[in-house]
């Protein structure tokens, strides 16, 4: 009885992960635009990206400083300007993902939003990137609004 569930648990968990979720998109010039990674001299700007293929039907849900700024989908992106100062970026999903940023201004800092497998639903890691691994995971995505 236990294997069955477990079975029928890790089926519906690949029916979630396997189809395509929508996100409202930015036009192709925005997504050109932020793609040329220029620098505020009074800002930070905050790349979050999610260049996996991996859990396309599922939307995960991005916060900065507890204000939600949107659902990422496979292959996608949000960026956002920043204060100076420290921020936390959270991602939600069966657990939740916390990660702290120092930003200063001038900077830019990535974050790659790594979705895994649970039981019953996806989980998601942050992870703070170099830049180099962070501006190639960008470019392997399209921004959303």
């Known amino acids: 009885m236990k294997l069955r569930f477990a079975?029928?648990?890790?089926?519906?968990?690949?029916?979630?992960?396997?189809?395509?979720?929508?996100?409202?998109?930015?036009?192709?010039?925005?997504?050109?635009?932020?793609?040329?990674?220029?620098?505020?001299?009074?800002?930070?700007?905050?790349?979050?990206?999610?260049?996996?293929?991996?859990?396309?039907?599922?939307?995960?849900?991005?916060?900065?400083?507890?204000?939600?700024?949107?659902?990422?989908?496979?292959?996608?992106?949000?960026?956002?300007?920043?204060?100076?100062?420290?921020?936390?970026?959270?991602?939600k999903a069966e657990q939740d993902s916390v990660l702290q940023i120092n930003a200063q201004s001038g900077q830019s800092y990535f974050v790659w939003q790594e979705i895994k497998m649970g039981l019953f639903a996806p989980r998601t890691l942050l992870h703070a990137v170099d830049e180099a691994v962070g501006r190639k995971g960008v470019t392997e995505c399209k921004l959303i609004k």
């Open 7 to 91: 079975l029928v648990a890790g089926l519906i968990t690949l029916g979630l992960l396997g189809g395509c979720a929508s996100v409202p998109m930015a036009s192709a010039e925005a997504d050109a635009s932020a793609k040329e990674f220029t620098s505020l001299s009074d800002k930070a700007k905050l790349y979050i990206y999610r260049n996996e293929s991996l859990g396309s039907a599922v939307k995960l849900p991005v916060l900065i400083d507890n204000a939600w700024v949107g659902d990422t989908a496979a292959k996608t992106y949000i960026v956002r300007t920043l204060d100076p100062g420290v921020h936390t970026v959270l991602s």
